[in-house]
């Protein structure tokens, strides 16, 4: 089971405007006639029903949305680059990989979360025309569109988890009370990945989905076979239900066994240990089950426990438990979630704010950094002299030409606005 990714996105690049001059017949003076670029294409992730694991994400991990197309003459605005919209399983959290940060739990299908937005277009130079500057020769670029690196992973959604060592019986339970059908033998660790499976309720027409877990074992918290793998698909699960080998084949008395689980659920998660649970000790089907239940059940640490015989080879008590199981679900807490429940997440910048802070990197070196600024600033074509200067005019508007002197730049430092870098006194007015 592909349950984990990580995946590069950029959304994509704002159109450049156009810096375009009416020079049609007759019409000597037309003035600027540039239309905006068309903005950027956004990357969103929505969950699909149709999907269960993170399989497509495993050969392919880089993925762009669409520029936007650059304006044209007789103001004539780009078209916007088309969203990129990526499929996940229902289940799959959205992490930023750089920070860890969580931006999205996406459990319903529908689901969907922006994860970058597209580059705003470039303004065409007929929004740079004054009453004393009436034919501007510059356009903005197109902003560049976000990008990042994501961590996708899927922890399942299922209502019930089997926890148990392996061996203990799990996947011959889970195919006898619902239509799964994992693998099957008399060796530990046949199952390698989590198995669900939909139960049908006695007499009633109600179901609840069902998930076989890989076996578990002592360190499993810390990665001892594979545990921890294993132990993010029971965070969601409502109610648990460890299943014991009641014969104590293994050499392990049933009731060592509930207390290794018990604690090794415990120490991933604590609130694990508080989640609904249902003992099902399992081969009742064998005398050895036969004999050990009466001592089990009469343990101390049992006794306050719901804790059921059944046998999935003989299907004892399976009726029995699947009912415990359903009457425990109508009192269980919902689903765990892992981030508030939204439907798309935007991240707006604050792109209207003349904050900026200023920091001098070594002897000839000054950065400024600021929303506003780093955005007029990635936006200006550098090569084109009309539009440099009105990079200078920002920079004075705001203040920044006087602070960086006051701090002490000289001609011929270097001034870098987040990517882009000015060599101060050959282009300041």
Do not use: C
Request: zero cysteines; aromatic letters at 6%.
């Amino acid at each position: 089971m592909y349950d984990r990714a990580k995946i590069d996105i950029k959304a994509g690049n704002g159109g450049n405007g156009s810096a375009s001059l009416r020079t049609e017949k007759f019409v000597p003076k037309g003035g600027p006639d540039g239309g905006d670029g068309g903005r950027g294409g956004s990357v969103y992730i929505q969950a699909d029903r149709n999907l269960n694991t993170l399989l497509s994400y495993r050969y392919k991990r880089h993925f762009k949305a669409q520029t936007g197309t650059a304006g044209s003459k007789q103001k004539r605005h780009g078209k916007a680059g088309e969203d990129l919209v990526l499929t996940v399983p229902p289940g799959t959290v959205v992490y930023d990989d750089a920070t860890g940060e969580v931006i999205a739990d996406l459990t319903k299908p529908g689901d969907r979360v922006m994860v970058a937005r597209g580059g705003r277009g470039g303004l065409g130079n007929t929004h740079f025309s004054t009453s004393t500057y009436q034919t501007p020769r510059f356009a903005e670029r197109g902003e560049p569109g976000e990008e990042r690196t994501l961590r996708l992973e899927l922890k399942l959604l299922a209502d019930v988890a089997l926890v148990g060592f392996p061996n203990a019986g799990k996947s011959t339970l889970i195919s006898a009370i619902s239509a799964a059908t994992p693998k099957i033998a008399s060796y530990p660790f046949t199952t390698l990945e989590p198995v669900l499976g939909v139960v049908q309720v006695p007499g009633t027409d109600q179901s609840f989905v069902v998930a076989d877990i890989p076996g578990l074992i002592e360190g499993a918290h810390q990665g001892v076979g594979l545990g921890d793998e294993f132990l993010r698909h029971i965070e969601r699960t409502r109610v648990l239900v460890y299943v014991l080998d009641g014969s104590g084949q293994e050499g392990r008395p049933p009731i060592n066994d509930l207390q290794v689980l018990r604690r090794e659920l415990s120490l991933y998660q604590p609130q694990l240990a508080e989640r609904p649970s249902i003992i099902a000790f399992n081969k009742m089907d064998m005398t050895e089950a036969q004999e050990n239940w009466e001592e089990f059940r009469n343990d101390p640490a049992v006794q306050d426990a719901d804790a059921l015989p059944v046998s999935g080879t003989a299907r004892i008590g399976l009726d029995q438990l699947v009912l415990r199981i359903a009457q425990e679900l109508e009192s269980a807490p919902p689903h765990a979630r892992f981030a508030p429940q939204v439907e798309t997440v935007l991240r707006p910048q604050e792109v209207d704010s003349d904050r900026y802070q200023i920091s001098r990197e070594d002897d000839h070196t000054w950065a400024v950094s600021g929303p506003t600024i780093e955005r007029i600033a990635v936006m200006t074509d550098m090569e084109n002299e009309e539009a440099v200067r009105r990079l200078e005019r920002e920079l004075n508007r705001m203040g920044i030409s006087r602070r960086l002197q006051e701090a002490g730049i000289e001609n011929g430092d270097t001034l870098r606005i987040g990517s882009v870098e000015i060599d101060w006194g050959e282009t300041e007015v």
